[in-house]
């Protein structure tokens, strides 16, 4: 059964670009939640999608857009790259809606350089 | 939502049980407890939930006092491989999934 996968693993770019990452939730999840780590500090929620669409929305700008896929796979885009965009972006499935009492499950995250 | 506060960092011997304590003071009726553990380079990774009293699993306990502003979560004998980040976040079911992380306890285990 394999878990929360996300790719790509490493992501290098310069500012202004466009760039999109991607996630496969664990079998049988519906919920994807993405995710906004950097360095030294904990995961900032960024949004989250269930039944293709965006459910929940943190403190990020509109830059930070999203997609779900019928089959539960979810992607993550950011417009106009900033320095501080770099960071560990993680992906986490939970099941039945992704109620707080359900468990996440998280990817291995993707690491995005913005030079 | 309820913000967390924990120690930033803490020392413990490999064989040792470590306690780490995350306050809560706002904590609403309809919040649950979570404890996640994050390791470098890697996703945070589940250990245990509750709501009141004492849940153990094979990893783990988490301690709740009757006022629920506060939680504990005891590692057994801990090991070197327990060496990483440890996150107490606190949410109900109007947020979902929309933890506040903060920054977490790094507990070191030495040899």
């Known amino acids: 059964d394999a878990g929360v996968t996300q790719s790509p693993t490493h992501l290098i770019k310069t500012r202004g670009q466009q760039v999109t990452l991607r996630c496969s939730p664990k079998?049988?999840?519906?919920?994807v939640s993405w995710y906004q780590q950097a360095l030294g500090q904990g995961p900032q929620f960024i949004f989250q999608?269930?039944?293709?669409?965006?459910?929940q929305r943190g403190n990020f700008p509109d830059r930070f857009s999203g997609h779900q896929f019928p089959n539960y796979s979810s992607e993550l885009n950011v417009n106009a790259l900033l320095l501080g965009d770099s960071a560990l972006y993680l992906c986490?499935?939970?099941?039945?809606?992704?109620?707080?009492?359900?468990?996440?499950?998280f990817g291995p995250g993707t690491r995005l350089t913005v030079l | 939502l309820a913000k967390t506060t924990q120690p930033i960092s803490m020392d413990s011997y490999e064989g040792q049980e470590v306690n780490i304590t995350c306050s809560h003071n706002?904590?609403?009726?309809?919040?649950?407890i979570t404890w996640y553990q994050q390791f470098p380079s890697q996703g945070p990774r589940f250990i245990i939930q509750?709501?009141?009293t004492k849940v153990t699993n094979e990893v783990a306990s988490l301690f709740i006092p009757a006022d629920r502003k506060s939680s504990t979560l005891s590692l057994p004998r801990v090991s070197l491989s327990d060496t990483a980040v440890y996150y107490c976040?606190?949410?109900?079911?109007?947020?979902?999934?929309?933890?506040?992380f903060g920054s977490g306890t790094k507990l070191n285990v030495k040899p």
């Open positions: 986490a499935s939970s099941l039945a809606g992704g109620y707080s009492t359900d468990t996440q499950y």
């Open positions: 079998s049988g999840h519906d919920t």
């Open positions: 999608y269930y039944e293709e669409e965006e459910r």
């Open positions: 706002n904590i609403a009726t309809n919040d649950y």
């Open positions: 509750g709501y009141k």
């Open positions: 976040l606190v949410g109900d079911e109007v947020n979902f999934n929309k933890f506040y």
